[in-house]
């Protein structure tokens, strides 16, 4: 009895889960996008480390299987970033304006093409192609696209995750605005966290992917003429 009542009385030993068998439950867990949406200049910037980035997310798309939607021009950042998802093997979607297609292409354009009537419909059009939205350094059009759908989340209209690729800081001080926002009640901290920032592609797309099931968003929302 004694015996038995000693073997009773050991704790069953742990085992371990293998860091390989971890890694792949946490690999079930991230949002599977199909297309993201990539806002960027048509300028390729003074520093290389843009153009880097550049090309590293079109290669991190095409190696997690996403497709590119993007604003169709062959020159800057929007051409370095298409042509590496082009010849990685990646589908890629370029909605350009006709009013600006003499403008922002130059020669070939990688991937389908679609013309659209003017800018409105540019920004609704691959709203609605996309499952993310990713911003690599940019001007004003990149910030302008950046912010407005930044706002439609903050409305309800769509539910996508919104990345900021901070490559050398270069939006440090758009997220110090948003910050001081925050801090003066014109932006709830809850409506700061629909930005996503990291410094490289594969930290952004990581943090975009974590903390949410593959589900099939309404797009009927986005259609260009539910967008003023």
């Not at 890694?23 to 200049?41: D, L, N, P």
């Not at 709203?127 to 911003?135: C, G, M, P, Q, V």
Request: charged share 25%.
């Amino acid at each position: 009895m004694d015996q038995e009542h000693e073997q009773q009385a050991v704790a069953p030993v742990p085992v371990p889960v293998p860091a390989a068998a971890a890694a792949a439950e946490k690999e079930k867990k991230k949002k599977k996008f199909r297309r993201v949406c990539v806002f960027c200049g048509s300028s390729p910037g003074k520093r290389s480390s843009y153009q880097a980035a550049a090309v590293q997310l079109g290669q991190q798309l095409v190696e997690r299987g996403m497709d590119l939607v993007y604003g169709g021009g062959s020159v800057g950042l929007m051409g370095l970033v298409s042509r590496a998802v082009h010849d990685g093997g990646g589908h890629v979607l370029g909605v350009v304006p006709k009013a600006v297609l003499p403008l922002e292409l130059i020669g070939e354009t990688p991937g389908e093409l679609k013309p659209v009537a003017g800018m409105h419909q540019r920004k609704a059009e691959m709203a609605r192609h996309s499952d993310a939205f990713i911003a690599l350094p940019g001007g004003y059009g990149t910030l302008e696209e950046l912010l407005e759908v930044i706002a439609w989340a903050q409305l309800g209209i769509h539910s996508k995750p919104v990345g900021l690729l901070n490559v050398d800081g270069y939006y440090d001080p758009l997220l110090a605005f948003v910050d001081k926002a925050v801090h003066e009640g014109f932006v709830t901290p809850a409506e700061r966290s629909i930005i996503v920032d990291a410094h490289t592609p594969h930290d952004l797309l990581d943090k975009l992917q974590v903390d949410d099931d593959d589900d099939d968003d309404d797009d009927s929302s986005l259609a260009p003429d539910h967008i003023a």
